[in-house]
């Protein structure tokens, strides 16, 4: 019943913006680790970025430190992935993913995922 809605995918030249956003419903957002996860073509998924309801946990991919920021607006059961200097490698499905254990999503193993949104940076 937990529904993610991944939207702001599209094309962007490298070094350019995007955010990305995630509606949640369903599920009692303040108790879920909420996180952002993406999948190139041939590539493993790798975790992107994952928070707390609070903040007080957050984690960024090596790759994409200090270029992405993760948020998140409670009111509006949201979260947001901000890509600055987006780069080619970034290019990928990107998807909402969330769970109650901060574990499982460090795993690579959430229990709920939207279906996803494209993200292409050209060179």
């Known amino acids: 019943q937990v529904q993610l809605v991944e939207s702001g995918g599209g094309l962007v030249q490298a070094g350019g913006s995007l955010r990305l956003s995630c509606a949640a419903s369903?599920?009692?957002?303040?108790?879920?680790?909420m996180s952002w996860f993406r999948q190139a073509p041939g590539k493993e998924r790798e975790l992107v970025a994952a928070?707390?309801?609070?903040?007080?946990?957050?984690y960024y991919a090596d790759s994409v430190k200090g270029r992405f920021t993760m948020s998140r607006d409670n009111a509006k059961n949201t979260v947001y992935l901000q890509m600055n200097s987006a780069k080619p490698e970034d290019t990928a499905v990107y998807s909402c993913?969330?769970?109650?254990?901060?574990?499982?999503?460090?795993?690579?193993?959430?229990?709920?995922w939207g279906q996803g949104t494209q993200v292409t940076v050209s060179s």
């Open positions: 993913a969330a769970d109650t254990k901060r574990t499982t999503i460090q795993a690579g193993l959430p229990n709920s």
């Open positions: 369903g599920l009692t957002f303040s108790s879920y680790f």
């Open positions: 928070i707390s309801w609070s903040g007080g946990y957050t």
